[in-house]
């Protein structure tokens, strides 16, 4: 079993930075994918930045050029700094990872940008 703990979310006004992070433990053998979804009020969830194995990355066209995901593949993290944040951003972050074809979901963070 898997489990991920997200930490790094909290209140930033607009224009602002935050960086999450992401922890994987437990039996841990192949993760061929690490990503974070987010979900707003009353919008469905959706990819936000995701890291195959190999380098290929994707991130949502609303992020791209403020966010970027990082790993540390030695360490089982995953990362994900967000910069010129804006209100829209505001949402339950979740880390997602792909490991022997499963998926896993941590238990979410909250991030919301207002002044």
């Known amino acids: 079993q898997v489990q991920l703990v997200e930490s790094g979310g909290g209140l930033v006004q607009p224009g602002g930075s935050l960086r999450l992070s992401c922890a994987a433990s437990g039996s841990i053998f192949s993760i061929s994918f690490m990503g974070w979804y987010r979900q707003g009020p009353g919008k469905p969830r959706e990819l936000v930045a995701g890291q195959a194995n190999g380098g290929t990355t994707s991130y949502a066209d609303s992020v791209k050029g403020r966010f970027t995901i990082s790993r540390d593949n030695a360490k089982n993290m995953v990362y994900l700094q967000m910069n010129s944040l804006k209100p829209e951003d505001t949402a339950v972050y979740y880390c997602?990872?792909?490991?022997?074809?499963?998926?896993?979901w941590g238990q979410g963070t909250q991030v919301t940008v207002s002044s």
């Open positions: 997602n990872i792909v490991h022997l074809l499963k998926t896993y």
